[in-house]
C-alpha cells in the first residue's frame, strides 16, 4: 500500500465534547496524514441516536478549527464519499448485513433482552460468565435453529437483531502498528449485534464498511477500541476485504494515577480536559476548556503530540509543522502516559516569549478601561520586566497593575501587623532618605538601603506601600519606573492610612 494515498479518519460520536483523548486521536490522524500527503476525513458516527447531545457536531468542528488540525474531507468540508454521518447511510449497512446473511456469516436472533437477562443470572448463579458465542447459540433463539419456514413466520411476527456468526477454533493473528503482532483465540469472541432491533446498524458494521468504502488506509485510535479489533478484521474478511492497518493510541491518564480522563470524570478532575468550553445543553453550565482560559493553541497542541509519542532527544518545543516532519507511529508509546496541568502551563508559557505584541494589546486594552495613558516605552519596559512571572497573557495585569495605578487596599494580615506608631516613625524616615536623593534609580537606592537597620522589614514596608502586596519585582526597580515623586506619595499614603487604623 503507497502511503501516498493515506487516508485517515477521525470519528467522534456527537455525545458532547471532545476531550483530551478524543482531541489528540485527531491530531495524531492529522499528522499522520499531513506527514504522508495524505487525507484527514472528519466522519460523525451518529449510530446511537439515544445518546445524540445538541451542538456537538458544531463543537467537535469549532475545537478542531481552534487546534488549527482542520480536516480536508468530510462533515463540514464535502468530498466525494458523502454522506459523513453514518445516521444517513443506512441503505448501504442493509445492503452488506444482507450479502453477509447470505454468507452465512450472520444469523437472525429473536431473544428478547428478558430472554438475554435470565440466561445472564442462570450462569451467574453457576459462576459462569454469559457470552453468546458458538458454545451456547444453538440452544437460543435464533435463526441457527430454525426452518426456513419458522424463520419466514419469525421475521414477520417478531423483532430481532442481526448477529455476527464467529467459527471458533482459529487463532486470529493481527498486526498493530503501536503493538506489534496480536493473537486472538476465536473462542473467546462472541457473536456481536451488527444490526439493532430497530434497524440502525451498530457502530462496529458501520465501522467497518465506512472505513472500507472511504479507502481508509489507516485507522488510527484509542486503545479502548483494542477488543474490538479482531470483531472488525472477521468482518473485513467475510466481505471480502483487505482490512486497513491498525494503531491503537495508548489512554491518558489522571495525574494521580487513578484511571484515565474521561467525561464522566469531570467534577473529580482539578483541571480541564476540553480543547474549548462546553455549555451543557440542559443545565447551561459551562465547563471550562484550554481556549477560555488563556492557552496558545500552539501551545496546546505542542503538549498534546508529545502526551504519548516522542520523537527522541530532549527537545519539547516544536512548531505544527515540525510536528508534521517528526511524526511517526512507530514512536508512540504502548502504556498510558500521564496528564500534568502543570506540564500544559509550561508550555503555554514557553510560547508567550512569542506573544510580546499579543500581550502589549492586551495591557494596553487594560490600562484604557482605567483611563490610564502612558507612552509605549513605558508599556513595553513593563511588559519585560513582568512576563516572565506570567503563564498566561491575562495574567500580565495582576503582575504589573502597581506600576499603573496605586494600590486601593493592602495586604490584610500585615498590615494589621505593622498598625503602630513605631512604623509610621520607619516610614517617615525612609521617605527623608529617598526625598533626599539625587539620582533616583535602582542601583544608588539600593547601595543606600544596605546599611539601614532593619533592612529587611523597611523594603516590606515599601513593597506594601507601592504594590499593596508582599509581592512583585525588585522593589527597588518598582521605585525608579515610577519616579520619585509616585514612591514617595504611595508612602505616604500608607502613612494615613497607618493613622487611620491606630
Not at 211 to 224: Q, S
Not at 317 to 344: C, M, R
Request: charged content about 25%.
Amino acid at each position: 500500500m503507497s502511503l501516498h494515498s493515506v487516508r485517515v479518519r477521525f470519528a467522534p460520536s456527537p455525545t458532547g465534547p471532545l476531550h483530551l483523548g478524543g482531541i489528540r486521536t485527531a491530531l495524531y490522524n492529522y499528522l499522520f496524514a499531513k506527514k504522508h500527503g495524505g487525507t484527514f476525513v472528519l466522519r460523525i458516527e451518529d449510530t446511537d441516536r439515544k445518546r445524540f447531545v445538541e451542538n456537538s457536531e458544531s463543537y467537535i468542528l469549532e475545537a478542531l478549527k481552534w487546534c488549527q488540525i482542520e480536516p480536508d474531507e468530510g462533515v463540514g468540508y464535502g468530498g466525494s464519499y458523502s454522506p459523513y454521518f453514518q445516521s444517513k447511510r443506512g441503505d448501504i449497512y442493509h445492503m452488506y448485513i444482507n450479502k453477509l446473511l447470505k454468507r452465512g456469516y450472520a444469523y437472525y436472533a429473536f431473544d428478547t433482552n428478558q430472554d438475554i437477562d435470565k440466561k445472564r443470572k442462570e450462569y451467574n448463579h453457576r459462576g459462569l460468565t454469559f457470552s453468546y458465542n458458538s458454545r451456547i447459540r444453538m440452544k437460543l433463539n435464533n435463526s441457527l435453529t430454525m426452518t426456513k419456514e419458522q424463520l419466514h413466520d419469525k421475521l414477520r411476527s417478531c423483532s430481532y437483531v442481526i448477529r455476527f456468526k464467529i467459527e471458533p477454533g482459529e487463532k486470529l493473528k493481527m498486526h498493530d502498528i503501536i503493538r506489534g503482532n496480536i493473537i486472538v483465540n476465536t473462542d473467546h469472541l462472541d457473536d456481536k449485534i451488527l444490526l439493532k432491533s430497530d434497524g440502525g446498524a451498530t457502530y462496529h458494521l458501520a465501522n467497518t464498511i465506512d472505513d472500507y468504502l472511504m479507502k481508509i488506509t489507516h485507522v488510527i485510535r484509542g486503545e479502548e477500541w483494542l477488543p474490538s479489533m479482531s470483531l472488525h478484521v472477521l468482518l473485513y474478511r467475510a466481505l471480502g476485504w483487505t482490512p486497513p492497518n491498525f494503531a491503537h493510541l495508548p489512554l491518558i491518564l489522571k495525574n494521580n494515577g487513578k484511571g484515565k480522563i474521561s467525561k464522566r470524570n469531570t467534577n473529580s478532575l482539578n483541571s480541564p480536559i476540553y480543547p474549548i468550553q462546553w455549555e451543557i445543553p440542559k443545565t447551561k453550565i459551562i465547563l471550562p476548556g484550554y481556549r477560555e482560559l488563556g492557552y496558545f493553541p500552539e501551545a496546546f497542541v505542542n503538549m498534546l503530540a508529545l502526551l504519548g509519542w516522542n520523537p527522541g532527544g530532549e527537545r519539547e518545543i516544536f512548531s505544527l509543522q515540525e510536528l508534521i516532519n517528526l511524526f511517526s507511529l512507530e514512536k508512540i508509546t504502548k502504556s498510558g502516559v500521564y496528564f500534568d496541568i502543570k506540564k500544559a502551563n509550561w508550555f503555554n508559557k514557553k510560547y508567550l516569549n512569542e506573544k510580546k505584541k499579543e500581550i502589549f494589546a492586551f495591557l494596553s486594552k487594560k490600562i484604557k478601561t482605567h483611563s490610564i495613558s502612558c507612552k509605549t516605552d513605558y508599556l513595553w519596559k513593563v511588559i519585560h520586566l513582568t512576563m516572565n512571572r506570567i503563564h498566561f497573557i491575562h495574567e500580565i495585569w495582576e503582575h504589573s497593575f502597581y506600576f499603573f495605578i496605586s494600590p486601593s487596599s493592602y495586604e490584610a494580615n500585615f498590615f494589621n501587623k505593622i498598625c503602630h506608631e513605631n512604623t509610621i516613625l520607619q516610614l517617615k524616615n525612609a521617605k527623608i532618605l529617598l526625598y533626599n536623593m539625587n539620582q533616583f534609580t535602582s542601583v544608588n537606592l539600593r547601595f543606600l538601603f544596605q546599611t539601614i537597620k532593619n533592612k529587611h522589614q523597611i523594603m516590606q514596608l515599601f513593597r506594601l506601600a507601592v504594590v499593596g502586596i508582599l509581592k512583585g519585582i525588585d522593589i527597588f526597580i518598582i521605585f525608579e519606573i515610577l519616579g520619585k515623586e509616585e514612591s514617595i506619595r504611595r508612602i505616604e499614603k500608607l502613612i494615613n492610612q497607618i493613622k487611620e487604623k491606630i
